[in-house]
């Protein structure tokens, strides 16, 4: 008599356990949230991705030009020296460093590409664009403050670097 007990408490302790699972309808519905919120968790680190990317090419651009500017000041070669974007339709965009009165006139002293995925706006396609600094002054030779834009090639993240009248690299 007690054996008898004891399985139909087993047996009614696993049919209580059976009917406490989740519908499919609960499952789905679980499964649906996760996704979008693992797409919007995606979409935003991607875009945070493409900022730090254009930060840091901007902040190699500001380093370049500052190194530029000390040569200029500190007179090595005994001349101006320079910096000369290219945004060149085909083949991938670039500056070189310079020095002399002005690029065609001067001597390239090293070359730097724009990461993969970074374009330049400004300068605009086709064309360049010269930052000269003063030898001894570093005041840039230009009258007018230069703007250099970059942005990625799949979003519009834009980053600019400016060099002022008077040699402020911002």
């Not at 900022?51 to 500190?74: C, G, H, M, P, Y």
Request: glycine share 6%; hydrophobic share 40%.
């Amino acid at each position: 008599m007690k054996i008898t007990i004891i399985k139909n408490k087993l047996f009614s302790f696993s049919t209580f356990k059976l009917n406490n699972g989740f519908t499919l309808l609960e499952l789905l519905l679980v499964m649906a949230i996760l996704i979008i919120l693992g797409t919007v968790a995606f979409n935003a680190y991607y875009n945070f991705q493409l900022e730090v990317k254009v930060d840091e090419e901007a902040n190699r651009i500001k380093q370049i030009l500052r190194q530029v500017q000390q040569k200029a000041i500190s007179g090595e070669q005994n001349a101006k020296w320079g910096a000369r974007f290219v945004n060149a339709t085909s083949s991938d965009q670039y500056y070189d460093v310079f020095y002399g009165d002005s690029y065609s006139a001067g001597t390239s002293t090293d070359r730097y590409y724009l990461a993969t995925g970074i374009d330049f706006t400004s300068p605009s396609s086709s064309s360049t664009l010269d930052v000269i600094f003063n030898k001894r002054t570093g005041v840039n030779s230009s009258s007018s403050d230069i703007t250099i834009t970059i942005k990625t090639e799949t979003s519009d993240i834009i980053k600019s670097v400016t060099t002022t009248a008077r040699g402020l690299i911002q």
